[in-house]
């Protein structure tokens, strides 16, 4: 299996912790964002769209981190990232879209880029826009952790894919300089997943 990486995607970190959970051997290839590789011909071949990440699994090619999750789970089904029953199911989905979908995009360098070639945004500007939108989106989270359904992490005592939704969003957080002071069980949950190898292994400062 083949992964397009790229360090310091959030996307591809979600990827590479699924990967790592599930044990699967993969071959990384690298499509730097900032050279703008994942612009390229070959690149645009496996992912039209030119984002990152993607995977290669002999001819199946996949792009977007919750459709290459998912598939992995459906093809390696242990360990699982989802609970067996549909409701425990369903909130962990809904966790994970809550980050992919709700407060990623937010923050993205596509939009940092119109931002500050459309309407003039400083730096600064940026910079606040995405600490507002990740603060918003992982208070939300804080707000749906403190419950019953919440354990060691957040959907019981194992990662799920709840968990590789948040980590890589704190991440991404913490580097901007937001603080966690009042999300308790975010940074507990967000403590808990950086103790296990499969995560520690994803992190970008170990690729």
Aim: aromatic share 8%; glycine share 6%; charged share 20%.
């Amino acid at each position: 299996m083949i992964l397009h990486d790229y360090f310091r995607s959030s996307s591809a970190f979600r990827v590479r912790i699924a990967l790592n959970i599930k044990g699967i051997d993969y071959e990384t290839k690298v499509q730097d964002l900032d050279q703008q590789s994942n612009r390229s011909k070959g690149y645009l071949r496996v992912n039209g769209f030119g984002l990152i990440p993607a995977i290669e699994d002999g001819e199946v090619r996949i792009a977007q981190s919750g459709a290459i999750i998912e598939y992995l789970e459906e093809k390696f089904s242990s360990p699982a990232l989802l609970p067996l029953d549909p409701a425990g199911r369903a909130r962990v989905r809904s966790l994970f879209y809550q980050i992919v979908c709700d407060t990623h995009p937010l923050t993205t360098r596509r939009v940092a880029s119109y931002l500050q070639q459309n309407i003039n945004a400083t730096q600064n500007d940026v910079s606040m826009w995405k600490l507002a939108w990740l603060r918003d989106g992982l208070m939300g989270m804080e707000e749906v952790l403190a419950s019953n359904s919440t354990g060691d992490f957040c959907h019981g005592n194992q990662p799920t894919l709840a968990d590789i939704g948040l980590a890589p969003q704190v991440y991404s957080a913490l580097s901007l300089g937001l603080r966690l002071d009042d999300m308790p069980t975010v940074s507990r949950i967000y403590s808990m997943c950086l103790e296990l190898p499969a995560f520690q292994r994803a992190h970008p400062d170990n690729c």
